[in-house]
């Protein structure tokens, strides 16, 4: 099963069709996705399914072999100015402090132009958004590494955009900063309305977070199911909603699996091969 476009509303980003090889060989097939305004999709799967790749095609920093893109309408061949990203090391500047990092970038010629007294506002705002309104004047080697983290989502969030590009954001920090992270992220969303496509290879945190989950599978990677969360926030305070999902999330992948390491014989191969669709 592929992706589906939304019906209510026009979608942020969209992509149709995306087909992607590295050297000839295929990494990505027949991917549509589509991202809705203030929506947080994950993008979830294991390690080497393409989710990197998919989320640089559709930021726009690499092209696809075939297929077709578009961001706030518009046709898209390049990183978008209302886009921003953020991965999993924070890639801070060591010699500019907290506000020089969060307004780098900011005076760029494809973003727009700003006044000093904007900019100045621009990153101050981020920077009280993450929290870290009292070590705006510190170097990043003061920084523990959630705070590292906070800056980058600052950085991006000083562009004001329409979408985040959050590529394995908190997978580098311990379980109790990631918690936190994870909450500050969808607090965020609500608070600027940015849309989140998130990459994951974390099953609850794509739960915690997402309005929708995206499961990808590999070789070549290609979307294998979706769901929309039916889950009220704060997520962990419907445990047993939480675990019907990431039951429903395993048993998907271990069909997969299945597919994948039990060919089909000609007896058995409705057995083997039923559509993803029965784990609904
Ligand atoms: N620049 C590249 N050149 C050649 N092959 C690449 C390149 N980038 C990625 N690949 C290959 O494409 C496939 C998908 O890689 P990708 O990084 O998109 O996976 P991923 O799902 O993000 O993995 P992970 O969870 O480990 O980050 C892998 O087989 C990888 O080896
Ligand atoms: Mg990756």
Not at 101 to 124: E, T
Not at 217 to 235: A, C, F, T, Y
Request: charge should be neutral; proline fraction near 6%; hydrophobic fraction near 45%.
């Amino acid at each position: 099963m592929s992706g589906t476009f939304p019906h209510d509303g026009a979608p942020l980003l969209e992509a149709r069709g995306i087909d992607v090889s590295y050297a000839g060989k295929p990494v990505l097939a027949g991917i549509d996705l589509a991202v809705r305004p203030r929506e947080i999709v994950s993008l979830l799967g294991a390690s080497g399914c393409g989710k990197s790749t998919l989320l640089k095609v559709l930021a726009g920093l690499i092209s696809a072999d075939h297929g077709e893109r578009r961001f706030l309408g518009e046709p898209l061949d390049a990183p978008h100015p209302r886009s921003a990203l953020v991965f999993q090391q924070a890639g801070l500047l060591p010699w500019l402090d907290v506000a020089g990092n969060v307004g780098f970038g900011l005076d760029f010629k494809h973003q727009p132009a700003l006044s000093a007294n904007q900019r100045h506002q621009r990153v101050a705002q981020a920077i009280e958004a993450v929290g870290l309104s009292e070590h705006a004047r510190a170097f990043p080697a003061q920084l523990s590494g959630g705070m590292a983290q906070r800056v980058a989502i600052a950085r991006a969030l000083a562009r004001q955009p329409a979408l985040l590009f959050a590529d394995e954001p908190f997978s580098a920090l311990d379980a109790i900063t990631r918690a936190e992270m994870q909450l500050l992220l969808t607090g965020l969303v609500q608070r600027w309305h940015t849309a989140v496509l998130l990459v994951t290879h974390d099953i609850d945190e794509a739960i915690l977070t997402a309005d929708r989950i995206v499961l990808m599978s590999g070789s070549p990677g290609r979307i294998l199911h979706e769901w929309e969360v039916p889950i009220s926030r704060p997520r962990d305070a419907a445990p047993q909603a939480f675990a019907a999902l990431k039951l429903e999330i395993l048993a998907a992948l271990r069909q997969r699996h299945n597919n994948i390491t039990q060919p089909a014989s000609s007896e058995n191969a409705n057995e083997t091969r039923k559509p993803l669709d029965y784990v609904r």
